[in-house]
């Protein structure tokens, strides 16, 4: 599957997103979200087998339950058994979701036919404006097997606040945007949140911390 081909397919709303997002190598993005775009500050709190930070004995995130595009309910413990990485953003946004969701791609088919044992979760965080249609159509088109979720405001809230994700929702200039954090979750076979990914990852080092956990 090639990024041209899928993003083609596209509403014009995340065309230009999609086509972004597999550019990614291409593209320069100022991340301002508490600090994550500092790689330099994550390498000293990096463990020494990780690329992403190591999380300690406190835990972070857990299972939830959101619905799936068609309304179906969807829990993360569906998904014990394999390593889940999960992500939480918004299908208009212009840089961060897109390039995540394709350099999550790029890393799981780094993996080969360890591939089927990776499953990509992606949480909106703008249930009101991404609809189911617009979820099914956005969240595939990066990888077929990839998983959009969508819930109410409370429940949205409610994963947010498991996993320390913090967002914003702004109107600027007639528009809507959402300001949100940029970290993303790795997550083990047996539910546990094993390594936080920060935004300046590359697909090659989200490939590498994948590899650690599958081989645990």
Same mark, same amino acid.
């Given at each position: 599957?090639?990024g041209?081909?899928?993003?083609g397919? @596209?509403?014009p709303?995340f065309r230009?997103a =999609?086509? *972004?997002?597999?550019?990614?190598?291409? &593209?320069? %993005?100022f991340?301002?979200?508490?600090?994550l775009?500092?790689?330099?500050?994550w390498?000293?709190?990096?463990?020494?087998?990780?690329?992403?930070?190591?999380?300690?004995?406190?835990?972070?995130?857990?299972d939830?339950t959101?619905?799936?595009p068609?309304?179906?309910p969807v829990?993360?413990?569906?998904f014990r058994?394999?390593?889940?990485?999960?992500?939480?953003?918004y299908t208009?946004?212009?840089?961060?979701c897109?390039?995540? @969701?394709?350099?999550?791609?790029?890393a799981r =088919?780094? *993996?080969?036919a360890?591939?089927t044992q &990776?499953? %990509?979760?992606?949480?909106?965080?703008?249930?009101?404006?991404?609809?189911?249609e617009?979820?099914?159509?956005y969240?595939?088109a990066?990888?077929?097997s990839?998983?959009g979720?969508r819930?109410?405001?409370?429940?949205?809230?409610r994963?947010?606040?498991?996993?320390?994700?913090?967002?914003?929702?702004?109107?600027?200039?007639g528009q809507?945007?959402?300001?949100?954090?940029?970290?993303?979750?790795?997550?083990d076979?047996?539910?546990?949140t094993?390594v936080?990914?920060?935004? =300046?990852?590359?697909?090659?080092?989200?490939a590498r911390d994948?590899?650690?956990v599958?081989d645990?």
């Amino acid at each position: 599957m090639s990024g041209g081909q899928q993003s083609g397919a @596209l509403p014009p709303p995340f065309r230009r997103a =999609a086509d *972004l997002a597999w550019s990614v190598a291409a &593209v320069a %993005v100022f991340v301002a979200a508490a600090g994550l775009g500092l790689h330099g500050a994550w390498k000293s709190i990096v463990a020494p087998h990780y690329e992403g930070r190591a999380v300690g004995a406190e835990p972070i995130g857990g299972d939830f339950t959101l619905e799936d595009p068609d309304g179906r309910p969807v829990a993360l413990s569906r998904f014990r058994g394999k390593v889940v990485l999960l992500a939480f953003g918004y299908t208009r946004c212009p840089d961060v979701c897109p390039t995540t @969701l394709a350099r999550f791609a790029q890393a799981r =088919a780094l *993996l080969g036919a360890d591939a089927t044992q &990776v499953q %990509v979760l992606f949480v909106t965080v703008d249930p009101e404006r991404d609809t189911g249609e617009l979820m099914r159509q956005y969240v595939p088109a990066f990888d077929p097997s990839f998983i959009g979720l969508r819930g109410s405001t409370s429940a949205t809230e409610r994963v947010a606040t498991q996993y320390g994700v913090s967002y914003k929702i702004v109107e600027l200039q007639g528009q809507v945007l959402v300001d949100h954090s940029a970290i993303d979750y790795l997550i083990d076979r047996t539910g546990r949140t094993r390594v936080l990914l920060p935004y =300046a990852l590359s697909a090659q080092q989200v490939a590498r911390d994948l590899r650690t956990v599958l081989d645990d």
